[in-house]
C-alpha cells in the first residue's frame, strides 16, 4: 500500500479510460436519448413493484417483520434507482459517498469540488440531510425527482433527513454528481435508514474509512451488501497516520478486502494532514481521486460498464429479496393453517363429546329419568298408544293440579338435558380454541383484538333452545309423516304420534339405537318393553328403528351447524386478518418474468 492518496488495487476493477465517449464536456444527459432496449425489463419491474407494494404479511410472525423491511427496501430502490435508471442509461453518474461516522465524507465532497457546501465539523451527526453536488449541466435530471423521488429537493441547507439538497459545482465533470450521504452508523435511528436507502440509490459507492475504524463490523457489513448486490465500490482509507502504519494497516485491510471477496475494489489512501482555511484537503492529496472519477465521467463505456454492473447486481439481488417475501408468505400460509386446524381439532373434540354424550344413555338421568318414570308410571304412553284417548282429561289434570301433563314434562327436561350438554361442550371448545390460539403469535395477536373469541357467543343459549324446539319438532314430524299412511291412520291419532314422539327421543338417547333397556331405564317395570310392542305393531319394527336413526342423524346435524357456527367466529378472525393464499405464486411468477427480461435487456444494452 502506498500514501499520499496514490491509488492502490492489486486486482483493480476501476474502469480505463477510453478515447470514446462524450469526453467534450458535453453532458450526457444532454444527449437525445435513443429508444431504450430495455422496455420489457422495465415493464417487468413495474409490476414486481406493484406485487410486492400491494403484498401484505398480515399475521405477526417473526418472519413478517423481516418481509416488511425487505418489501419495503425493493420498492425504495425500484422507485430510487432501478427504474429511474432503466429510463435513462445515459444520465449522470450517481456516487454516493458513505461511510462511518467522522470518516470524512462531508469534508472529502467539498474537498473534490472545492467548495464547502456540506457541512462539516466535530458535532454528530454532522449530515442531517443528504446533500447532492452535481455540474450545473445535469441539475435538471437530478432536481426533478426522478432519482430519491421521496426527498424533496431543496436549494439549501435542510435539518429535514426527507430532504435532498441539490448543489450545482462548475468544478464537477459533467455526467458525475456525489451525494454525501449521513452516517451508516449514526446514533439516529433515521439517519441509518437514510444511509441505507442512499447507498441503495447508487451507481457506484465511493466508502469512506478511517485508519482507526476500517476493522469496524457496520463499514463490512455494508460492504457485504453492497458485494452481494454487485454494486460498483471504490474504498477511500482516510486519515492515515505517518510513520510507517501504511505498512502496517495495507496488508491487514488488503486481506480483509480478499476475505470478504473484495479483493478488486479500487482503493485510494489520505493521509492524515491539516485542512485549509475553508476546511478543505489539498488539490494535491484529492488529486488520484478526483482524476479516476473524471476518466470514469468522459468515458461513456466505462460508465456504461458501472451501470451495467450495478443494475445487474440490483436485478439479480432482488431474486433472493423476492426470495424472502415467498418464504414469509408461506409462513402466512402455515400458520393459517394451523390456527384453522386448532379450530376444527376443538370443535370436532366438541361435536365427538356431544355425540357421546348422546349415544351413551348419558341424558336418560337425573330429571329425564324422573320424569321418564312419571310418564310410564301413570299408563298414559300405553294408553295413548294403544287406543284413541281424548285429550280432554289431560286438559282437566293440568287445569286442576296446575302442572303440564307428564309427557310435556318428560319432554322439557329432556331438551334441558340436552342443552346443558351443547352449551358446555361449546364452551370447552371455545377456551380449547381460544388456549391454542394464545400459544401461536399470529392467534395470540388475533385473540387481542377480539378477546370474546374465547368464550362461546352471546347468543349461544338462544340459539341451543332453538336448536332443540326445532329438533323436537322434526321429531314428532317425523313420527307424523311415518302414520301418514292410510293403514295406520286410525292406529295412530295425534294424542298418539305425540306419545310414539317420546319414544323416539328416548331410542335417540341410548347405545342401543332402540327403546332404551338398561338397569336405570328398567326400574319402570316392563311398561318400556309394552311400548315398544305396541310401537312395532302401529309402525313396524323396521320402521321405528328407522325414525330413531334418522331421529339421531337430525340431531347430529343440527349439532354439527351449531359447532360451526360458533367455529366461524375463529375462522371470521383469521379471514379478516387478510392471508392472501395466492401471494407466493404471484411473486414466483413475475420473478421469473423479470430474470427474463433482465438477461436479454441488459444484454441488448451493452
Known amino acids: ?53 400491494a403484498t401484505r404479511f398480515a399475521l405477526p410472525l417473526p418472519s413478517a417483520e423481516r418481509a416488511a423491511g425487505v418489501a419495503k427496501s425493493m420498492v425504495d430502490q425500484l422507485d430510487d434507482y432501478l427504474l429511474p435508471r432503466l429510463d435513462r442509461l445515459d444520465a449522470p453518474l450517481l456516487v454516493v459517498v458513505g461511510g462511518s461516522t467522522g470518516a470524512g465524507k462531508s469534508t472529502l465532497v467539498n474537498s473534490l469540488i472545492r467548495t464547502p457546501v456540506s457541512p462539516a465539523g466535530v458535532l454528530r451527526p454532522t449530515t442531517r440531510a443528504p446533500v447532492l453536488v452535481c455540474h450545473p449541466a445535469d441539475m435538471p435530471w437530478f432536481s426533478q425527482g426522478r432519482v430519491l423521488p421521496s426527498l424533496a429537493r431543496t436549494s439549501g441547507p435542510s435539518a429535514d433527513p426527507r430532504s435532498l439538497q441539490v448543489v450545482s459545482a462548475h468544478a464537477l465533470t459533467p455526467g458525475l454528481a456525489f451525494l454525501d ?30 485508519a482507526a475504524r476500517y476493522a469496524d463490523a457496520v463499514p463490512w457489513e455494508m460492504l457485504r451488501t453492497a458485494r452481494n448486490r454487485g454494486t460498483a465500490v471504490a474504498l477511500l482509507l482516510d486519515r492515515v497516520p505517518g510513520g510507517g502504519a501504511v505498512d502496517e494497516i495495507g496488508p491487514h485491510l ?13 482503493l485510494f489512501v489520505l493521509p492524515e494532514t491539516r485542512l485549509d482555511s475553508q476546511g478543505l484537503l489539498s488539490e494535491a492529496q484529492v488529486a488520484p481521486l478526483r482524476d479516476w472519477f473524471t476518466r470514469l465521467a468522459h468515458s461513456a463505456e466505462d460508465r456504461a460498464a458501472v451501470i451495467r454492473q450495478t443494475v445487474g447486481g440490483a436485478i439479480d439481488a432482488l431474486t433472493g429479496e423476492i426470495a424472502v417475501l415467498s418464504a414469509a408468505a408461506e409462513d402466512q400460509l402455515a400458520a393459517a393453517r394451523v390456527l384453522r386446524e386448532a379450530v376444527r381439532g376443538a370443535y370436532r ?36 298408544l294403544q287406543a284413541r284417548v281424548g285429550k280432554a282429561r289431560d286438559r282437566i289434570v293440568a287445569a286442576v293440579t296446575g302442572r303440564p301433563a307428564p309427557g310435556a314434562r318428560f319432554q322439557e327436561a329432556i331438551g334441558s338435558g340436552l342443552a346443558v350438554l351443547l352449551k358446555g361442550a361449546a364452551t370447552d371448545a371455545a377456551d380449547n380454541a381460544g388456549a391454542a390460539w394464545r400459544a401461536h403469535p399470529a392467534g395470540a395477536a ?23 324446539r326445532d329438533w323436537q319438532r322434526s ?11 292410510k293403514r295406520m291412520i286410525a292406529r295412530a291419532s295425534a294424542y298418539a304420534v305425540n306419545a310414539t314422539g317420546l319414544l323416539v327421543m328416548v331410542s335417540v338417547f341410548t347405545a342401543t339405537a332402540f327403546i332404551p333397556t338398561g338397569a336405570e331405564i328398567a326400574v319402570a317395570g316392563g311398561t318400556t318393553v309394552a311400548a315398544q310392542k305396541v310401537l312395532e305393531a302401529i309402525f313396524g319394527d323396521q320402521a321405528v328403528r328407522s325414525l330413531a336413526e334418522r331421529a339421531r ?33 404471484r411473486l414466483h411468477g413475475v420473478s421469473g418474468t423479470v430474470h427474463t427480461a433482465r438477461t436479454a435487456g441488459l444484454d441488448v444494452a451493452r
Open 553 to 585: 342423524h337430525d340431531l347430529d346435524d343440527r349439532v354439527k351447524a351449531l359447532f360451526d357456527e360458533q367455529a366461524g367466529r375463529f375462522h371470521n378472525a383469521l379471514e379478516g386478518a387478510g392471508v392472501d393464499e395466492d401471494v407466493a405464486a
Open 446 to 468: 388475533l385473540l387481542d383484538a377480539a378477546p370474546g373469541l374465547t368464550r362461546p357467543s352471546d347468543d349461544l343459549d338462544e340459539r341451543i333452545a332453538r336448536l332443540v
Open 1 to 53: 500500500m502506498t500514501t499520499q492518496g496514490e491509488s492502490v488495487s492489486a486486482r483493480s476493477t476501476a474502469p480505463t479510460h477510453s478515447s470514446d465517449g462524450p469526453s467534450s464536456g458535453r453532458p450526457p444527459c444532454a444527449q437525445v436519448p435513443e429508444p431504450s432496449p430495455v422496455g420489457p425489463l422495465v415493464d417487468a419491474l413495474v409490476e414486481l413493484r406493484e406485487t410486492v407494494k
Open 475 to 485: 321429531v314428532l314430524d317425523l313420527v307424523r309423516t311415518e302414520a301418514g299412511d
Open 349 to 384: 373434540s366438541a361435536t365427538d363429546s356431544v355425540e357421546k354424550g348422546i349415544h351413551d344413555g348419558a341424558l336418560l338421568r337425573g330429571e329425564v329419568l324422573a320424569r321418564w318414570q312419571e310418564l310410564v308410571g301413570t299408563g298414559d304412553i300405553m294408553r295413548a
Open 181 to 210: 450521504a449521513p452516517d451508516i452508523d449514526s446514533v439516529v435511528d433515521a439517519n441509518r435508514r437514510l444511509a441505507g436507502q442512499l447507498l441503495a440509490a447508487a451507481d457506484l459507492w465511493l466508502f469512506v474509512t478511517t
Open 254 to 266: 488488503t486481506s480483509m478486502l480478499e476475505e470478504h471477496e473484495l479483493g478488486g475494489v479500487p
